[in-house]
């Protein structure tokens, strides 16, 4: 059975810092991993998409990497800005396509400024 | 192009009582999955729906039931409400897996809040 996990649960930085977020998952046989965002009380916005074939996708001020074989993929933020606060969270699918989203449960950033 | 809508936003409700949330796909979609969200939680996957069947199950009890219609929009019901039960609702929608534009990107709505008092 996947596991996800997210550490650090939360995370507080000055405005400016570049940070990296952390996820593991326990079965590196995914289809994907996706990234999203989610704000206070509202739903999820997907942010970065990596297919098991790649090891990394930016977009903007955003990289996010992929290693399977150590069941890890890290989310780096660039120049954080106080509007980058928000609740991260990463989600591993399963081989087969039809799996769902396994979830971790978010590392919580705020970006101080 | 319109993304993933719910409605309703926010709801209240008391133990025993029935919900019904619901979902429209975003344009093209035809897959609809729901997540529960507890507070300070990752979501947790319930049920997926397309071609209006259940196709996937969650470790969900039987009071969790679906429905899709015929143009992809979906309907979660809860029934016998419990406190338990109070959580953020997410749908989310996607191709079938076996289309060929198929990523395995899931978009989510912004969510039904349900509160049972």
């Known amino acids: 059975k996947q596991e996800v996990t997210q550490i650090p649960a939360a995370l507080s930085v000055p405005e400016g810092e570049n940070l990296v977020l952390n996820c593991s998952f326990t079965?590196?046989?995914?289809?994907?991993l996706q990234w999203f965002r989610q704000d206070p009380g509202k739903g999820l916005t997907s942010l970065l998409l990596i297919q098991s074939s790649q090891r990394e996708q930016t977009s903007g001020r955003l990289n996010a990497s992929l290693d399977k074989s150590s069941g890890r993929s890290t989310l780096y933020i660039a120049a954080s800005q106080p509007g980058d606060s928000a609740t991260y969270l990463c989600a591993a699918r399963g081989l087969q396509g039809n799996t769902p989203l396994v979830f971790g449960k978010g590392t919580r950033l705020s970006v101080i400024a | 192009d319109a993304g993933v809508t719910q409605s309703p936003t926010h709801l209240i409700k008391t133990r025993g009582q029935q919900v019904t949330l619901r979902c429209s796909p975003k344009?093209?979609?035809?897959?609809v999955s729901w997540y529960q969200q507890a507070l300070g939680q990752g979501p947790q996957f319930i049920f997926q729906y397309y071609e209006e069947e259940e196709r996937q199950r969650g470790n969900f009890p039987d009071r969790f039931s679906g429905h899709q219609f015929p143009n992809y929009s979906s309907e979660l019901n809860v029934n016998a409400l419990l406190l338990g039960d109070s959580a953020l609702y997410l749908c989310a929608s996607s191709l079938l897996w076996d289309r060929e534009f198929w990523t395995g990107e899931l978009f989510f709505g912004e969510g039904s809040r349900l509160t049972v008092l």
């Open positions: 079965d590196s046989a995914i289809y994907n």
């Open positions: 344009s093209g979609h035809d897959t």
